[in-house]
């Protein structure tokens, strides 16, 4: 089963360079569509319903980060991955808070680029390591004093909340924690339940917001 991809950038250029690669992997991918401004990503979304989108945040008509949002308020199974140039942090804490899945940036490798495809495509929907990374040095140490639902975490719980926010997949946490990715997948079903949260981005960004993991704690 392929994966179905919209691209949505302004640059048609970076598009047909970004379509052609996808063409050398068709057995992962297959790109149903590109569009080139914000409202295009929000009406080719609802018109092809693509498994990912690929969204670069400089747009005409709205940025990114909006279209973002309204994908995901719409449909909310569709993935978002930032595809961009920019590294500003305000933009990617922005893209988390939006539900993105991901923020790459454009000089990324091309494997990278398809594992994080693959690993939504299983369900993983992961925050990669330099979203992780980036978000953990850009936010400062905070108290606990507000984090209520962390109190209803077991031990072991708040071990697995702590790998997703260093940008751990699941098969890392399970070897990690030396507990299988079945469990791995019971323990982020408590998580999210416990602090009523709806995926593991959201849960990440949780943990950083309220001091479970702190910057310092990235050695990545």
């Known amino acids: 089963m ?25 057995d992962v991918v297959e790109v149903v569509g590109e569009a080139a401004s914000a409202h295009e990503a929000i ?40 595809l961009t140039s920019s590294d500003r942090q305000e933009h990617l804490l922005e893209a988390v808070r939006s539900e993105a899945s991901g923020y790459l940036l454009k000089n990324l490798d091309a494997d990278e680029l398809f594992d994080t495809l693959e690993s939504i495509a299983h ?30 975490l077991t031990d072991r719980e708040t071990a697995v909340l702590h790998l997703v926010a260093q940008g ?12 299988s990715i079945n469990t791995v997948k019971t323990h982020l079903r408590n998580i999210l339940d416990k602090l009523q949260l709806d995926n593991r981005t959201q849960a990440a960004t949780y ?14």
């Open 43 to 82: 009406d080719m979304t609802q018109r092809l319903r693509p498994d990912v989108v690929l969204m670069d945040i400089y747009l005409p008509n709205g940025d990114g980060l909006h279209a973002t949002r309204e994908i995901k308020r719409r449909f909310p199974h569709i993935a978002v991955v930032i």
């Open 168 to 179: 751990s997949s699941n098969p890392q946490i399970a070897d990690e924690l030396s507990i």
């Open 207 to 220: 943990a950083i917001e309220h001091g479970i993991v702190f910057p310092q704690e990235n050695n990545g």
């Open 2 to 26: 392929t994966i179905k991809v919209l691209i949505v950038d302004d640059h048609k250029m970076f598009r047909q360079g970004l379509i052609s690669l996808m063409r050398t992997r068709e």
């Open 123 to 152: 369900g993983d929907v992961p925050m990669t390591r330099a979203m992780a990374s980036s978000v953990l040095k850009g936010l400062s140490k905070q108290s606990l004093a507000n984090a209520d639902g962390v109190e209803t």
